[in-house]
């Protein structure tokens, strides 16, 4: 009897928060966990909007309700805030994308992002998302000195954020972080593009490449060289010399072999 009564009790708090009573804030604002992401509930009811009440920005639409949602924005590193009411969420992110999809500046600057609002939407509309709630990522830094493509590094006015193995993502860029060294975030792999001072480090989760390099699946040996992997160690071929150190950093190695010259008293290129 005792457990029949606890499960009706159960019941019962959980319909009062799904039918929007009192229960519904403290459902939404204290139950969301917090995660790497580390959302932020924004003032207001309704979806995201900036300081005007405005939504025009890129994002995507699904029938699930606010967990569902921050599992579904926490996994995809393009997404950067979520709206959500019962059984109904928006996600603010470039990924399959419903509307608004070439504005993608909430996408780089959730910043921009000030509160929850419903606009001049419909009755209906305002009806459904009148205890809705915007959730905002909070864990993200800026670059504090310009990069180069080919660098495998950013410095960062703070990167209290973020730890080894974590994962950042700079505008389309996703990396995953193998050192830190004071304001420094050092990647596994080059960044393609150049990246100016001020631009939003978002954190995110690690690839699953650079998860399986951190797992210490080392680095196959470079050209004109013979050995298992290079944490196992690498040597020159037979005509070549030189020397290949394990390193922390894409490659993976440092050095190289080349052609050895040819001895005294011979002839040849190498």
Same mark, same amino acid.
């Given at each position: 009897? #005792?457990?029949?009564?606890?499960?009706?009790?159960?019941?019962?708090? #959980?319909?009062?928060?799904?039918? @929007?009573?009192? %229960?519904?804030?403290?459902?939404?604002?204290?139950?969301?966990?917090?995660?790497?992401?580390?959302?932020?509930?924004?003032? @207001?009811?309704?979806?995201?909007?900036?300081?005007?009440?405005?939504?025009? =920005? =890129?994002?995507?639409?699904?029938?699930?309700?606010?967990?569902? /949602?921050?599992?579904?924005?926490?996994?995809?590193?393009?997404?950067?805030?979520?709206?959500?009411?019962?059984?109904?969420?928006? #996600?603010?992110?470039?990924?399959?994308?419903?509307?608004?999809?070439?504005?993608?500046?909430?996408?780089?600057?959730?910043?921009?992002?000030?509160?929850? /609002?419903?606009?001049?939407?419909?009755?209906?509309?305002?009806?459904?998302?009148?205890?809705?709630?915007?959730?905002?990522?909070?864990?993200?830094?800026?670059?504090?000195?310009?990069?180069?493509?080919?660098? =495998?590094?950013?410095?960062?006015?703070?990167?209290? !954020?973020?730890?080894?193995?974590?994962?950042?993502?700079?505008?389309?860029?996703?990396?995953?972080?193998?050192?830190?060294?004071?304001?420094?975030?050092?990647? !596994?792999?080059?960044?393609?593009?150049?990246?100016?001072?001020? /631009?939003?480090?978002?954190?995110?989760?690690? @690839?699953?490449?650079?998860?399986? !390099? #951190?797992?210490? &699946? /080392?680095?196959?040996?470079?050209? &004109?060289?013979?050995?298992?992997?290079?944490?196992? @160690?690498?040597?020159?071929?037979?005509?070549?010399?030189?020397?290949? &150190?394990?390193?922390?950093?894409?490659?993976?190695?440092?050095?190289?072999?080349?052609? %050895?010259?040819?001895?005294?008293?011979?002839?040849?290129?190498?």
């Amino acid at each position: 009897l #005792l457990a029949t009564m606890l499960r009706w009790l159960q019941l019962g708090l #959980l319909c009062s928060c799904l039918r @929007g009573g009192s %229960a519904t804030k403290t459902f939404f604002e204290a139950s969301i966990p917090q995660t790497s992401k580390k959302f932020v509930v924004k003032p @207001g009811t309704g979806w995201c909007a900036d300081s005007d009440g405005k939504e025009q =920005t =890129t994002r995507s639409f699904y029938k699930v309700g606010c967990w569902s /949602a921050q599992n579904r924005c926490e996994a995809d590193p393009m997404c950067v805030a979520f709206a959500c009411q019962t059984g109904m969420s928006v #996600l603010y992110t470039t990924t399959e994308c419903k509307k608004d999809c070439s504005a993608d500046n909430w996408v780089n600057n959730p910043e921009l992002i000030a509160r929850a /609002a419903v606009g001049d939407a419909h009755t209906d509309t305002l009806a459904k998302w009148s205890t809705g709630k915007c959730y905002v990522q909070s864990a993200y830094t800026e670059v504090s000195e310009e990069s180069k493509p080919g660098s =495998t590094s950013l410095n960062v006015t703070d990167p209290s !954020a973020f730890q080894v193995g974590d994962g950042l993502r700079v505008f389309t860029e996703v990396k995953t972080i193998i050192e830190i060294s004071s304001r420094t975030l050092v990647v !596994a792999t080059p960044f393609a593009g150049s990246y100016r001072e001020g /631009a939003k480090v978002m954190k995110v989760r690690s @690839g699953r490449e650079v998860q399986i !390099a #951190l797992k210490g &699946n /080392a680095a196959p040996c470079p050209p &004109n060289a013979a050995g298992i992997n290079v944490a196992s @160690g690498c040597f020159c071929n037979a005509g070549f010399s030189g020397t290949i &150190n394990e390193t922390k950093v894409h490659p993976y190695y440092a050095g190289s072999c080349s052609a %050895a010259s040819c001895p005294t008293n011979s002839n040849g290129v190498s």
